[in-house]
């Protein structure tokens, strides 16, 4: 589809009509108009408050032209997983796992290789294979490129062993120390939660990014536990290594 299609599309499927759109990203009805005529197509600012507004990459909104790939960690990108300025906006740079809210996830490329090589090892590409794939790769891609010039000076990494001194300061019984924390998005650790009120919460939304990470229990057994933090709170549960049955052990609030 080209821009006027992906707008028009965009538009109804959200239920605007061409005023309610001009009036989110402050243009006229006949602006609009001109966009789905395929007469003009909206300048640089007026993409981001669309991209923002419809949730898609700018990418999107030009049809397609590019094959987006994470500038950090090499995966193939679309809309449902690209990450997000501080603003919200998506950035189509990097995946919501590297980029997090305006935040770079990683500082250090062995880490990165590390979670990469569990998704990517099968029958057909070993282990071996997939980090010497990585190792190549991953310092071609922007990111790494311009490590110096884009980091936060470690400020993310320092927040992150912030957090793990909290949750290893807990001791809770059966469960051994936290080494790292990965980023984990909403929709893929979508679980309720038991509360001690037996009300059950849904700590995750889908557009966020949280750290966590899942340890095998000290025990043995099929069950493991699940740590999950963020800036407000800490969730640690104890759950089927499938990821079903999840039981609440400790809520904290930061």
């Not at 030009?62 to 090499?74: E, N, R, T, V, W």
């Not at 740079?93 to 990165?112: F, I, K, N, P, V």
């Not at 029958?123 to 490590?147: G, H, V």
Request: charged residues 25%; glycine residues 6%; contains cysteine.
């Amino acid at each position: 589809m080209n821009t006027q299609d992906v707008i028009h599309k965009l538009r109804t499927n959200m239920g605007l009509s061409q005023d309610d759109l001009a009036e989110r990203v402050f243009v006229t009805r006949q602006a609009v108009s001109r966009w789905e005529n395929g007469d003009t197509v909206p300048n640089t600012e007026t993409l981001k408050l669309l991209s923002r507004l419809f949730n898609v990459s700018i990418n999107t909104l030009l049809g397609s032209p590019q094959k987006l790939i994470c500038q950090c960690c090499g995966m193939p990108l679309d809309d449902t997983i690209i990450g997000k300025d501080k603003d919200g906006t998506p950035n189509e740079h990097y995946c919501q796992w590297c980029y997090a809210d305006g935040s770079y996830t990683y500082s250090d490329m062995d880490d990165l290789i590390d979670v990469c090589v569990g998704n990517m090892v099968s029958d057909s590409f070993t282990e071996e294979q997939a980090r010497a794939y990585l190792r190549q790769t991953l310092p071609q891609l922007d990111y790494w490129k311009r490590y110096e010039e884009l980091s936060d000076g470690e400020q993310f990494e320092a927040f992150k062993r912030r957090l793990i001194d909290e949750i290893n300061d807990l001791q809770i019984e059966g469960m051994p120390r936290v080494e790292k924390l990965n980023a984990l998005v909403g929709s893929f650790v979508n679980l309720e939660y038991p509360l001690p009120s037996g009300m059950k919460a849904k700590f995750l939304n889908d557009r966020t990014t949280y750290l966590g990470n899942q340890l095998a229990s000290e025990f043995g057994g099929e069950r493991c536990f699940g740590v999950l933090a963020c800036m407000d709170f800490i969730l640690i549960c104890t759950y089927e290594k499938d990821g079903l049955n999840p039981e609440l052990v400790l809520y904290k609030k930061r």
